[in-house]
T-cell receptor
Framework: DVKVTQSSRYLVKRTGEKVFLECVQDMDHENMFWYRQDPGLGLRLIYFSYDVKMKEKGDIPEGYSVSREKKERFSLILESASTNQTSMYLC???????????FGSGTQLSVL | SQQGEEDPQALSIQEGENATMNCSYK?????LQWYRQNSGRGLVHLIL?????REKHSGRLRVTLDTSKKSSSLLITASRAADTASYFCATVLSGGSYIPTFGRGTSLIVHP
């Protein structure tokens, strides 16, 4: 079974802090994704990556950046956290050419 | 951008009853997927139906797709308390990338 591991289940940060959310997958998937999930809004795509060192903006990239230095790892970076970035962050991966996503358990981030 | 929209937003039934959730979308799709999310966790892929398919089964799940009406339904037969979760449809557009776009979800509660 594919395993997508997110480094933290819960995270509390202060406004203005730089925040790193880490995601690792163990099935050699080419594609990796970061979504955020908010009540009533569903899942919205922040960034995705088709390959190492590649990144593409999703629907809501403002205030975020990403890094993919290794195939198995995809990091989401909040350069200067703000309260409106309080959310559940979900990482996912998929094999090239496949539309089926495998998700991590999520990181609930609170920015105070 | 939100492509699929689930209906109803919330559904409450008794164990043993059938649960039906619907998803409507706006533009032509390559495929439609359904995912389940248990409270506070990541999403789990349930089933994928392609645009040239009309019905698919997986265990107690039955998915239909009507491309003329741009809609899909997910039927869970003989529901169990363990089916309590949120259910999301996700669409992959025709001629586009392989990235699913998620709806806002249906929250299902199955009472024992």
């Amino acid at each position: 079974d594919v395993k997508v591991t997110q480094s933290s289940r819960y995270l509390v940060k202060r406004t203005g802090e730089k925040v790193f959310l880490e995601c690792v997958q163990d099935m050699d998937h080419e594609n990796m994704f970061w979504y955020r999930q908010d009540p009533g809004l569903g899942l919205r795509l922040i960034y995705f990556s088709y390959d190492v060192k590649m990144k593409e903006k999703g629907d809501i990239p403002e205030g975020y950046s990403v890094s993919r230095e290794k195939k198995e790892r995809f990091s989401l970076i909040l350069e200067s956290a703000s309260t409106n970035q309080t959310s559940m962050y979900l990482c996912a991966s998929s094999k090239r050419g496949s539309e089926k996503l495998f998700f991590g358990s999520g990181t609930q981030l609170s920015v105070l | 951008s939100q492509q699929g929209e689930e209906d109803p937003q919330a559904l409450s039934i008794q164990e043993g009853e059938n649960a039906t959730m619907n998803c409507s979308y706006k533009t032509s799709i390559n495929n439609l997927q359904w995912y389940r999310q248990n409270s506070g966790r990541g999403l789990v892929h349930l089933i994928l139906i392609r645009s040239n398919e009309r019905e698919k089964h997986s265990g107690r799940l039955r998915v239909t797709l009507d491309t003329s009406k741009k809609s899909s339904s997910l039927l869970i037969t003989a529901s169990r308390a363990a089916d309590t979760a949120s259910y999301f449809c996700a669409t992959v557009l025709s001629g586009g990338s392989y990235i699913p776009t998620f709806g806002r979800g249906t929250s299902l509660i199955v009472h024992p």
